[in-house]
DNA sequence: TATTTTTAAAGAATATTATTCTATTTTAGT
DNA sequence: ACTAAAATAGAATAATATTCTTTAAAAATA
C-alpha cells in the first residue's frame, strides 16, 4: 500500500462506483495503473467487497438498537453455541465478542417497538444462557463514517 | 417497493458491483426494466450510496473499540457540542446519541492500544463535559451482516 | 364492458467503461 | 552504469450502461 494505493481505497470508500477513468484522472495516471491496482487491491483482500448502503427508515426498520448480553456461563462451548444461535437472527446485523462490562455486543433493526419486543422475548431471552440483557434504543445517528481512518 | 424491486436491492446488498444485466438474468427481465428501476431506488433515496468495504486488520486498525459515553450536563446546546467535536476525530467511525444507561454510544478504530490509550486521554477525555467513559474492546467479530432484514 | 390513460417492459442502437495487449519508461538492486 | 523487475502509457477490443422507440400490460374512467 503506497500512497497511491491509499488515494485509490479512499476514493472508494467514498464511492464505490466511481469508475477507473475517474480515478485516473483525478490522481493523473492512465486507466491502466489504476486498473491493476484496484485488481491488486481485491486479490490480496484490502478491498474486501461492494455494497450499496440503503436508508434503513426508508425501507421501513425504523428502530436500531444495541444491546449488551451478559452469559451465565463462559466456557468455549457455551460461547460457540450463543454465537451460533445468535447469527441465525436476521434481526441481529452485528454481534461483537468483547472485553469489558459485558460479553456481547449486538445491533438490531426493527421495524417498530413491538417486533423489537417480539424478538427480545422469542428470540433473544429464549437462549438458553443469557444472564443479563441492556437495550439502548439510537435516538440520533450522529455519525456513521464511510471512512475507516487509514494509518 | 414491490417484490422486483425487494430483489434488486437484496442482490446490491449483496454485491454492490453486480451489473444491471446479471440482475435482469436472475430476476427474467431486460436490462431496461431494471436500469430504471435502480435509478428510481437510488433518486428516491432507498439505495443511499455504495460503497468499498475495506479490511480494517489488513490496512493496519488491529483495534475496534465500543465506548459508551455519560454527559454531566444534558441540555440540547450541551449535546450539540459534544456531537459536532466527537464527529471531528477520525478514529470515531460511527456515533450514536442513545436512550438506555448511558448518552452516546462510539465505535472506534485503532491502529494498536497504544494510539487507542492516546485517543482516549489526549480527544475524547480531553472534552469539557464528559463525566464517563466505559470501553469494551472486540476480541470477535461474530456477525458483521451485509444485509439488513428488508421487511 | 369498452375505451382511455398510465405504467412497465422489450428490443435495438449508441455511448461509455472495463479489460487486454504491446511498447515504453521508471525504479531498485548490484 | 548496468541489469532486472515493476509500473505506466497508449491503443485496441470486449462488455456494460444508457438511451430511444415500440409494444404490452395494468389501472382508471365512462
Known amino acids: ?42 486479490r490480496e483482500g ?27 456461563l463462559h466456557q468455549t462451548d457455551y460461547l460457540k453455541k450463543f454465537e451460533k444461535d ?5 434481526e441481529v446485523v452485528e454481534c461483537y465478542h468483547v472485553a469489558g462490562m459485558f460479553d456481547y455486543l449486538i445491533k438490531i433493526y426493527a421495524e417498530d417497538m413491538e417486533r423489537y419486543q417480539d424478538f427480545l422475548s422469542n428470540k433473544l431471552a429464549s437462549l438458553e444462557n443469557i444472564s443479563k440483557v441492556q437495550s439502548s434504543f439510537v435516538m440520533t445517528e450522529v455519525k456513521d463514517s464511510t471512512y475507516l481512518p487509514i494509518p
Chains 1, 2 share one sequence.
Open 1 to 42: 500500500m503506497d500512497k497511491i494505493d491509499r488515494s485509490i481505497v479512499y476514493l472508494l470508500q467514498k464511492d464505490g462506483k466511481i469508475t477507473i477513468k475517474e480515478i485516473a484522472e483525478r490522481l493523473n495516471l492512465t486507466t491502466t495503473p489504476i486498473f491493476e491496482r484496484v485488481k491488486k487491491l481485491e
Open 46 to 72: 484490502y478491498i474486501k467487497s461492494y455494497k450499496a448502503i440503503l436508508d434503513r427508515k426508508k425501507i421501513g426498520l425504523q428502530l436500531m438498537v444495541f444491546c449488551n448480553v451478559t452469559l451465565n
Open 86 to 90: 445468535i447469527q441465525q437472527f436476521p
